[in-house]
């Protein structure tokens, strides 16, 4: 009885096994169509933390739209965002520092600046004097608390993994993102940028503009932590760093576009159909 238990259990898991590879090869089919599709993304069942589940998914329908609808309807309206914007890994990470409390705007042009005098490399940001770091990326705002970022970030790199960018995105992703959160100046939605666009790891960043939407449309409260909220999209999502990307860059134009801070445009929005009554704007 014991080991037909055994064999039916060890067939169970392999039925499950299949089944699982073949929904994943069909989204990674969907995803790969020269065609903007909308594909039918898998929920995850992973349960939530109970501190989570609590502030966020109490007294909720189960008629409430799930997150990839969201994503569907978002894809639809704008089609694929191609981001982040960035020549090179280390491009994008430098990127990712400078955007911090800043438009995007405002980094191209300090990127610019860097690329024309060559300083877009882990040796270059090194060796750089730190006033002519600071001159150059100015216009990112907070420049002088940025150049001591920049050089603590390579100096963590230089010391952590010999200067190699190839060499720290083989360390696995939860250490990775605890070395990245102990360098000066690094804070959560950076580290999570950094992972997600110029390491392609299946991390969800945390903004405002995703923070904003959550909030109107009462998927999350404001007294939620960026942990909390984190760990909520990526346990109703499937950990793909493809679909954070594309989701993450969506929310970011809606929320320039639609759901802005004063002044929002909600009867325009491709997510009006889900806004809950409460928050409905009035015609």
Known sequence: MDRCSHVIAAIRSRIAAFLDLLRRARYLAMKMASHVHLPELPYSKRPLPKNVAAEILSETSTSEPKLHEYFRRLLAAHGPQHWWPGRTRFEVMVGAILTQNTAWVNVEQALSKLRQKKLLTPAAIKTVPPARLARLIRSSGYFRQKTKTLKAFVQFLRTQY??????????????????????????????????????????????????????????????????????????????????????????????????????????????????????????
């Open 162 to 283: 010999a200067g190699s960018l190839s060499e720290m995105f083989t360390a696995p992703t939860e250490l990775l993102r605890e070395q990245l959160l102990g360098v000066r100046g690094i804070g959560p939605e950076t580290a999570d940028s950094i992972l997600l666009y110029a390491g392609n790891r299946p991390v969800f960043v945390v903004d405002a503009y995703a923070r904003r939407i959550l909030e109107r449309h009462q998927l999350a409260q404001a007294k939620l932590s960026y942990e909390e909220i984190r760990n909520f999209l990526e346990a109703n999502l499937p950990q793909d760093a493809s679909l954070y990307n594309e989701f993450h860059a969506l929310i970011v134009r809606t929320g320039k576009e639609y759901c802005r801070k004063e002044n929002p445009r909600c009867s325009e929005c491709p997510l009006r159909p889900f806004l809950p009554e409460a928050t409905q704007p009035l015609l």
